[in-house]
């Protein structure tokens, strides 16, 4: 059974910055992605920062040069470091992990979630 826990989630000052961590167990496979996504009240999940094994990372244009995401595949954990925080980051972040299953009809990509860790930067 596989689990995600995130931490280091908390309330800042804009401008300030923050670490979040997500530690992985439960499997024994290296994941194919992980990364992290945010949910602001009465918005849509959306993803942040990814990065996959091979080291390609994506970012949302609106974290674009103040968030860095890291991580060790080997270990099954990912980073997500915060500078220049806004309000507008505010939400919930979720830590997530893709396995891509190959199968005979085709590629399944299996997602899991941690319960996520509250970010919260006031106006």
């Known amino acids: 059974q596989v689990q995600l826990v995130e931490s280091g989630g908390g309330l800042v000052q804009a401008g300030g910055s923050l670490r979040l961590s997500c530690a992985v167990s439960?499997?024994?496979?290296?994941?194919?992605?992980m990364g992290w996504y945010r949910q602001a009240p009465g918005k849509q999940r959306e993803l942040v920062a990814a990065?996959?094994?091979?080291?390609?990372?994506t970012y949302a244009d609106s974290v674009k040069g103040r968030f860095t995401i890291s991580g060790d595949n080997a270990k099954n954990t990912v980073y997500l470091q915060m500078n220049s925080l806004k309000p507008e980051d505010t939400g919930v972040y979720y830590c997530?992990?893709?396995?891509?299953?190959?199968?005979?009809?085709?590629?399944?990509?299996?997602?899991?979630w941690g319960q996520g860790t509250q970010v919260t930067v006031p106006s």
């Open positions: 997530n992990a893709r396995i891509i299953i190959h199968t005979s009809w085709g590629t399944k990509d299996n997602d899991y």
């Open positions: 990065i996959t094994g091979g080291g390609t990372i």
């Open positions: 439960g499997s024994t496979y290296s994941f194919n992605a």
